[in-house]
Nanobody, 127 residues
Framework: EVKLVSSGGGSVQAGGSLRLSCTIS??????????MGWFRQAPGKEQQAVSY????????YYSDSVKGRFTISRDNAKSTLYLHMNDLKPEDTAMYYC??????????????????WGQGTQVTVSS
């Protein structure tokens, strides 16, 4: 069974940092064949795309709300996706999900393009 397992969430004060990780099990040899992404959902709000990264990290996307504060990266040798979050704000509080996207990068990626999802890791930022 192929699974995505995310970790690294927690509670921090505004201005703090966290690093989320997401590993894939079951198809390690093909991790580098897919675009990967992070999404988040706050209570009572719609799920929001946070960041995507292409197979070899040549392309990345950031939502305007996190641009300049968050950095997405991947280590294909370890089959691991990361989200480095700096200068966290209370509005970043949400459940964060990693997801596996398509093989080919394109500018118009969206939630429907991501088919395998992790279980989520909670990030809580206090003011």
């Amino acid at each position: 069974e192929v699974k995505l397992v995310s970790s690294g969430g927690g509670s921090v004060q505004a201005g703090g940092s966290l690093r989320l990780s997401c590993t894939i099990s079951g198809l390690r040899l093909t991790f580098d064949a897919y675009t990967m992404g992070w999404f988040r959902q706050a209570p009572g709000k719609e799920q929001q795309a946070v960041s995507y990264i292409s197979r070899t990290a040549g392309y990345t996307y950031y939502s305007d709300s996190v641009k300049g504060r968050f950095t997405i990266s991947r280590d294909n040798a370890k089959s691991t996706l990361y989200l480095h979050m700096n200068d966290l704000k209370p509005e970043d509080t949400a459940m964060y999900y990693c997801a596996q996207g398509p093989r080919r990068w394109r500018e118009s990626l969206g939630r429907p393009d991501f088919g395998l999802w992790g279980q989520g890791t909670q990030v809580t930022v206090s003011s």
